[in-house]
């Protein structure tokens, strides 16, 4: 048992021992993320109180500390009820006794996942969207493959920042407080006494941080704490936001995330065989690494490296602004004292970290820095993998683009916690016993070409229906919220329609992702949504704070809430976060995605909706280029075009004739739409094996940890 397990255990029993007797086996499912994703585990804490659930936001925690006793007692008097729950604690037993995987890494020296957000459940907001998403999926899919892995990452205090839009369309930001002893953590002691703790330099302070420990599965998730009394307010507002603008708490975000993680693991008894960085953020634990190579007599070379050898390394944006930079002098600011607690020159720091080491006015990069000192790198999708190596060949000067040693993992999604309730038991009746277990294989997929129109169309409706009603709550809420005019909130309690074909677009709103590209010809897009075929329209998303183009575009879109029509067949929902993009992908039809190319490192969002029934029509960017089959989607084309102009207009009219002559037509087409599912059993089959973050872990495994990675 890793470090924390028993402090784990402690705070089960502890909130057993506040429990009925009875309900003990709710406490013990709580501190393990491993029943969100067992069938049965949602509904056993929702039984409890249905409305306590969603006021606490699914944290089985807050909910059995904070359900009357009233309700507690009726729980636990209801047999079936607990039956259940201990149906659902077997299943998450059995499946952790499961011996390790074999293979290039060990329980002994497991691997070791850094990354600065995760998204593991809504009720532990530490994360912001697909990064995080990608990683919650990523230790999911690890602990279902047995592979010996731990996370490390920060335990924001704030989280991310919630959303609110004004009368004005404008995006306004608010953070809430997080408080890790009502969420499924506890805190790593010592031996049950004072709380583990490490100390780190960063800028003129010896910053200490203690570790909370979060179970997902057999995955042991360590998030590090800056709210400690020994440090200042300055020093713990490091762990206070994700991605916080100041670059300055930005940067000390980073040292403590890479330093401090990788010296809490030493103090956890935690030995990485290989670190696996997601992100440059977490870059710095190379020269953790180093440092114990020097502190044993190595030259700094060799230092550098061991430590490059135990290191590998995804890149997940081609973006610039993804990619943060540093001037030299602040560099040097944040790493001084460590640099000479540890015996480097901060030269030498800096100079991993720019692309022409020599040229000392450049700024410091921590992409550079996290692929000059690992030892295999990879993009996230085959198109990112070309686009990260002409990218970053200047790292490599005498090799052409295509011998850059980038090489790429696509991207995938965790299939059982994405899919939906109604389409996992048409699947669970189709594809037989253990198809979840064996959800990269193909030949598991196969029977999907054997399910009924009318079964499958019954499915892709319950869920559109699901998603209907979350809309006619939301959308009437958001419009009261920001002081709409009356007959605009009353257009949202009768917004869409169950049986109308309903497109999702919901991400990031950077302005490379183009939101506005239906804006382009709003005559030709509004006769769309007013046709005698109804097309609707949800659209979920937040800008960064300090992103004022991409909250215009939110700006653009609510523009247009007095046209006709618009009221009730287009919305955009607040506060985009995970159980919001789990409703969405489950309930659309098709799923917009149209980012600028090559600037899609991968997505995500499309599987998830590919998973539930939904068709893609996407550019050809990222992942897409690898699925894409016309039988299975629609496409743009993904061709890089310096006119930004010129292609907006090229794609805008494209876009709005695959809709107009195919994807309308083809979703009308019949009751039900036999070309449309024809289309959708295709996808499924192909899209459902290829992309699941089964089929990433197994790639990670053979391709990056072992020795040849």
């Known amino acids: 048992m890793f470090a924390g397990g028993r402090d784990l255990e402690r705070a089960a029993n502890g909130l057993a021992s506040r429990l009925p007797d009875g309900l003990a086996t709710f406490a013990d499912l709580a501190y393990n993320y491993r029943w969100s994703w067992t069938p049965g585990g949602d509904e056993v804490f929702a039984a409890v109180s249905p409305h306590r659930w969603e006021l606490c936001g699914r944290n089985p925690v807050r909910l059995l500390q904070e359900v009357s006793a009233d309700a507690l007692a009726i729980a636990a008097g209801d047999a079936q009820l607990v039956a259940r729950a201990e149906e659902v604690l077997a299943a998450v037993r059995l499946d952790l006794a499961r011996p390790p995987l074999p293979g290039p890494v060990t329980p002994e020296c497991p691997v070791a996942f850094f990354c600065a957000e995760y998204a593991v459940h809504q009720s532990l907001p ?39 839009i004004d009368l004005t369309g404008r995006q306004r930001e608010y953070w809430i407080e997080n408080d890790p002893e009502r969420m499924p953590a506890a805190l790593v002691t010592v031996d ?7 100390r780190v330099p960063i800028y003129d302070a010896f910053v200490t941080a203690q570790v909370w420990r979060i179970d997902v599965g057999r995955v042991p998730l360590f998030l590090l704490d800056a709210e400690r009394p020994e440090n200042d307010r300055l020093t713990r507002w490091i762990t206070s936001q994700l991605y916080v603008g100041d670059p300055y708490t930005r940067l000390a975000q980073y040292a403590l995330l890479g330093l401090g993680g990788m010296r809490a693991l030493e103090a956890l008894g935690i030995e990485p065989g290989v670190v696996h960085l997601n992100e440059g953020h977490a870059g710095f634990v190379s020269l953790e690494l180093a440092a114990r190579e020097l502190a044993r007599g190595a030259s700094l070379d060799d230092a550098l490296a061991a430590a490059r050898e135990r290191t590998v390394f995804t890149t997940h944006t081609p973006v610039p602004a993804g990619n943060d930079r540093y001037p030299h002098e602040q560099v040097v600011d944040a790493l001084g004292t460590y640099a000479a607690e540890i015996g480097i020159d901060p030269e030498t720091i800096s100079r991993l970290g720019r692309t022409h080491p020599e040229a000392r006015d450049e700024p410091f990069g921590v992409t550079q820095f996290a692929l000059r000192t690992s030892r295999a790198r990879n993009g996230v999708s085959a198109r990112h993998g070309e686009v990260a190596r002409e990218m970053w060949q200047p790292l490599w000067p005498d090799r052409p683009p295509e011998l850059v040693p980038i090489g790429y ?52 409706r319950q869920q559109r229906e699901r998603l209907v009603e979350l809309v006619r709550d939301r959308a009437p809420l958001d419009r009261l919220t920001r002081g709409e005019a009356r007959d605009y909130v009353e257009a949202g309690m009768r917004s869409f329609d169950p049986d ?23 005559e030709r897009a509004l006769a769309l949504i007013n046709g005698d075929r109804p097309v609707q329209i949800v659209i979920a998303g937040k800008a960064h704070p300090r992103d004022e183009p991409g909250k215009q575009l939110i700006q653009r879109l609510l523009g247009l809430r007095g046209a006709p029509g618009v009221g009730s067949r287009i919305v955009f929902l607040h506060d985009y976060d995970l159980e919001l993009a789990s409703r969405l992908v489950q309930g659309c039809d098709v799923w917009l995605n149209v980012p600028r190319p090559p600037l899609e490192a991968s997505g995500t969002s499309g599987m998830k909706s590919a998973l539930n029934g939904g068709l893609q029509l996407s550019v050809l960017d990222g992942w897409w280029p690898e699925a894409y089959e016309a039988a299975g989607g629609w496409a743009l084309s993904g061709e890089v075009d310096p006119d930004h102009a010129a292609q907006d207009a090229r794609h805008s009219a494209e876009l709005l004739r695959l809709l107009e002559q195919e994807v309308v037509p083809a979703f009308y087409s019949d009751a039900p739409p036999r070309p449309w599912l024809e289309r959708v059993r295709h996808s499924l089959r192909t899209i459902g094996p290829r992309f699941s973050a089964q089929r990433m872990v197994d790639d990670y495994v053979e391709q990056m940890y072992g020795p040849d990675g």
Do not use: C
């Open 192 to 198: 049950g006494g004072e709380p583990l703790t490490v």
């Open 500 to 522: 109308a074909l309903t497109i999702g677009f919901a991400r990031r709103l950077a302005t490379y992702k183009r939101l506005d590209l239906l804006l382009h010809e709003p």
């Open 409 to 460: 993992v696509t991207n995938g999604v965790h299939t059982a916690t994405w899919l939906g309730a109604p389409m996992r038991a048409l699947l669970d009746r189709h594809l037989g016993e253990g198809w979840i277990e064996r959800v990269s294989d193909s030949d598991a997929w196969a029977a999907v070409d054997r399910i009924g129109d009318d079964e499958l169309w019954a499915v892709r």
């Open 126 to 164: 530490v994360y912001s969207g697909g990064l995080g998403a990608l990683a919650g999926d990523l230790l999911k899919a690890a602990s279902d493959r047995a592979v010996p892995l731990v996370g490390v990452g920060l335990m924001y205090r704030r989280g991310y920042f919630r959303q609110q």
